[in-house]
């Protein structure tokens, strides 16, 4: 996001000063400042230096945001050189460009044998045993994904095992219980899961930025 801030200078009667701050998801984000002839800059702070006229360009500031912002608060008022009882101020915004917001969704796939029929400490992926695995999709991006749908097919010497489903926000805590089936309310609990032959499929209707979804299955090796 980038903006212009007209006017930001100072007299013998004012001062004028500009903080600028930015949130994104509750977390701070601070801008890029570019001053004018007319003011001077430090970190997310502008203050009139000399003075410039309602037309000129001289007392311009720009503010610029590279990281992705939601929230943004320009707190405008007198400087630390101001009089005691400053005459009237003004300023002006002008020329707000914004980038759209974007998703970037990736997946990972996870997987780990927890049980066999010989070792409890060890187990391996022999016949019988139990592999669990794990698909976790997350939005690295600053905007939110809707209708996000996850597939993935059983490998071809396991067979998938009926109701190990669950889900969750990453593979420790996935402990939500989901059905085979891909209907009830447990497909928008907020993620749902359904089993047909060898593919399991997660959707889930939103997904915020850094947000994530974890899928977890059981399958059995032959």
């Given amino acids: 996001m980038q903006f212009s801030l007209f006017d930001i200078d100072r007299s013998a009667t004012f001062e004028d000063q500009i903080t600028v701050t930015g949130t994104f998801n509750g977390a701070s984000v601070l801008p890029t400042l570019t001053n004018g002839p007319s003011n001077t800059v430090s970190g997310n702070v502008a203050t009139g230096s000399a003075g410039a006229a309602d037309n000129a360009a001289t007392g311009t500031l720009t503010v610029t945001f590279t990281s992705p912002v939601d929230s943004v608060t320009i707190r405008y008022g007198s400087g630390p050189g101001a009089p005691a009882n400053p005459s009237t101020q003004s300023m002006a915004l002008h020329d707000i460009t ?82 085979d089936n891909n209907s009830g309310t447990d497909e928008s609990d907020p993620i749902g899961m359904s089993q047909s032959g060898i593919t399991v499929t997660g959707r889930t209707n939103s997904m915020s930025p850094n947000g994530t979804i974890a899928l977890v299955f059981n399958a059995r090796v032959n």
């Fill in 98 to 179: 914004m980038c759209l917001p974007t998703t970037n969704l990736t997946m990972s796939k996870t997987s780990s044998v927890i049980s066999d029929s010989i070792s409890a400490a060890n187990p391996k992926a022999i016949p019988n045993a139990i592999v669990r695995y794990c698909i976790l999709v997350t939005n690295s991006g600053s905007g939110t994904a809707t209708n996000v749908v996850a597939t993935d097919n059983v490998p071809g010497n396991l067979s998938f095992i009926s109701g190990s489903m669950r889900s969750g926000t990453s593979c420790a805590n996935a402990a939500t219980v989901e059905d």
